[in-house]
């Protein structure tokens, strides 16, 4: 199975020209690498990584850039893949035993929220397609408030 982890683009640079250049994306978080851990990563400039823009959340297969390093303009774009994006007013993060998954929502605003037991019945779902047990993380930008729960059978 393929290790992801989620990250928020804080920016988005554009070098070189659209057919022999290359985009560096600065990440909330840092990225595992051969020979370092960086809070930046480069790739090609093509599809699907020419159309991701700053606030955009991608997941990014760890797996991958632990074989790469750090300084190198990564050619596989199959490795990075768009979630969400910042039209999000939630961002669900869950994490199991060997991926992460983003569920974009802006029906849940707090856990007290009527919506409260729809997002339950999702979190039991994925469990059970899964076999897994989940971490979800919710992180609320209008209240400013985050949820950790843990999903299990």
Request: include cysteine; aromatic fraction near 10%; hydrophobic fraction near 35%.
């Amino acid at each position: 199975m393929v290790n992801y982890k989620i990250f928020r683009i804080n920016d988005r640079k554009i070098y070189g020209s659209a057919s022999n250049g290359h985009i560096t994306f600065e990440l909330d978080n840092k990225v595992d690498f051969k020979d370092w851990t960086y809070g930046e990563i480069s790739f090609v400039n093509r599809h699907p990584c020419n159309s991701f823009q700053v606030g955009n959340y991608v997941e990014i297969d760890l797996d991958y850039t632990r074989t790469e390093l750090s300084n190198q303009i990564l050619g596989n774009v199959d490795a990075i893949r768009k979630v969400s994006s910042s039209s999000s007013t939630n961002i669900i993060t869950t994490r199991g035993s060997s991926s992460d998954i983003v569920i974009s929502s802006g029906a849940v605003s707090a856990m007290n929220s009527p919506n409260a037991m729809s997002l339950a019945r999702r979190m039991s779902e994925m469990v059970d397609a899964t076999g897994k047990e989940y971490e979800f993380k919710i992180e609320d930008p209008s209240s400013k408030l985050n949820y950790s729960l843990i999903c299990r059978k």
